[in-house]
Each structure stands twice: as structure tokens, then as C-alpha cells.
């Protein structure tokens, strides 16, 4: 089974740029998470999308958004682009159920704010 | 308020010796932790969980116990290998409500010297 993949794999932008990214998860996930890892904030919560309805989310504002289409795959956004937006963005899938279900990783994207 | 702490920045075992990396949380919400390991530029990959009705779960080399008193865990590694030298991140889910949502700690970089 193909795992979770993420396109770009890199990425430059300069302040003020938007910029989207796309998430595949793993065949038969519903499940899709966006976090940010950056150098001081370590790993962050952005937001969880299920079945095209955002289920989640995390403490950043309104300039990260995302969606889901209906095949599961997954694409975040951000508009306005800061310097302090420069990180590692990581796309994690899951099955979605309520019990004890587990979110695999992808690649991630690295971001790069001139 | 950091929920999730690993309080060992680093840590360094021999080959053939048993890792121990811990986790402390404060939220008494979490019903399921899981266990990360990353490498630089890369997606951390799943090693182990374990649910709040159990208090350890074996995988191999890999052994994951939770304290739920002292709202610890620990993750240990037998034997260690050089392999295994990578960032390791602690996460816990607050309900079956979150699965999509993880909290995740600061990570410990372990190195594993042959």
C-alpha cells in the first residue's frame, strides 16, 4: 500500500505570496491532518479534515486554511505569506474511526518565506 | 501551556544497551499516546502506542509503559542499535472526538554509538 505523499516536496516563496499545498493519503484513509514543524514551536496542530468537513482545529489564524475533496485528498493553504510561516508542513492520514486509530506521515513539504 | 513534555533534549546509549526516552503529560483527557521517530527532512514514522486501558505494549525491540498515576511514559528500546539514532517525538490524543488531533512533545534526539 502506497503511504500518505505530499507534492511539493520544497518550496520558495517571498512575503506576502500564497502559497497551497497537496496532500494523498494512504488508499482507504478518510482522515487528514496538517501540522507545522518549525525549529521553537516543534510539531503543531493545524487542522483535521473528515469526509470534506473540517473536524479540527488548531490554534493558528484565519491565513491557513484547507479542504478536502471527496477522493481524501487534501490541500492546505496560506495566504499572506510571513517569514515566521517558514517550516516543515506535515500531512498525516488516518481511517478516521473513533477508537484507537493511527496517523501515518508523510514526506512533508518545507516552506521557505523570503 | 505545553500538555506534553519531553524533558531530555538528548540522550546517548551504547549499542546493544536499552534506550529509555520519557514523556510527561498534564492533561488527564489523553486516552491514547503514541510513539514517533524522525529523521531530518523527513515525515516521523509510527513505532508504538498504547491506549489508556493498558498499561504497556510490546513490539519488538520496542516497549511502550504508561504510568497513568504520575501521567508518564516511556518508551525503551532493546537492544539499541545504530539504526535507531533519530528524534523521537511523544504524542497523545484528549478522545475519541480528536483522533485527527495530536499533541506532541519537543522531541528527544537519541544517538545510538556503536
Known amino acids: 500500500k502506497a503511504g500518505v505523499t505530499q507534492t511539493p516536496r520544497y518550496l520558495i516563496k517571498t512575503r506576502g505570496q500564497q502559497v497551497t499545498l497537496s496532500c494523498s493519503p494512504i488508499?482507504?484513509?478518510?482522515?487528514v491532518s496538517w501540522y507545522q514543524q518549525t525549529p521553537g514551536q516543534g510539531l503543531q496542530f493545524l487542522f483535521e479534515?473528515?469526509?470534506?468537513?473540517?473536524?479540527n482545529k488548531g490554534n493558528f489564524p484565519g491565513r491557513f486554511s484547507g479542504r478536502q475533496f471527496s477522493n481524501s485528498r487534501s490541500e492546505m493553504n496560506v495566504s499572506t505569506l510571513e517569514l515566521g510561516d517558514s517550516a516543515l508542513y506535515l500531512c498525516?492520514?488516518?481511517?478516521?474511526?473513533?477508537?484507537?486509530?493511527?496517523?501515518?506521515f508523510g514526506p512533508g513539504t518545507r516552506l521557505t518565506v523570503l | 501551556d505545553q500538555q506534553v513534555k519531553q524533558n531530555s533534549p538528548s540522550l546517548s546509549v551504547q549499542e546493544g544497551r536499552i534506550s529509555i526516552l520519557n514523556c510527561d503529560y498534564t492533561n488527564s483527557m489523553f486516552d491514547y499516546f503514541l510513539w514517533y521517530k524522525k529523521y531530518p527532512a523527513e515525515g516521523p514514522t509510527f513505532l508504538i502506542s498504547?491506549?489508556?486501558?493498558?498499561d504497556k505494549n510490546e513490539d519488538g525491540r520496542f516497549t511502550v509503559f504508561l504510568n497513568k498515576s504520575a501521567k508518564h511514559l516511556s518508551l525503551h528500546i532493546v537492544p539499541s542499535q545504530p539504526g535507531d539514532s533519530a528524534v523521537y517525538f511523544c504524542a497523545a490524543r484528549a478522545g475519541s472526538s480528536n483522533t485527527g488531533k495530536l499533541i506532541f512533545g519537543q522531541g528527544t534526539t537519541l544517538q545510538v554509538k556503536p
Open positions: 488508499s482507504g484513509h478518510r482522515s
Open positions: 498504547i491506549s489508556s486501558i493498558k
Open positions: 479534515y473528515f469526509s470534506e468537513t473540517q473536524r
Open positions: 498525516a492520514s488516518s481511517a478516521g474511526g473513533r477508537g484507537w486509530d493511527t496517523q501515518y
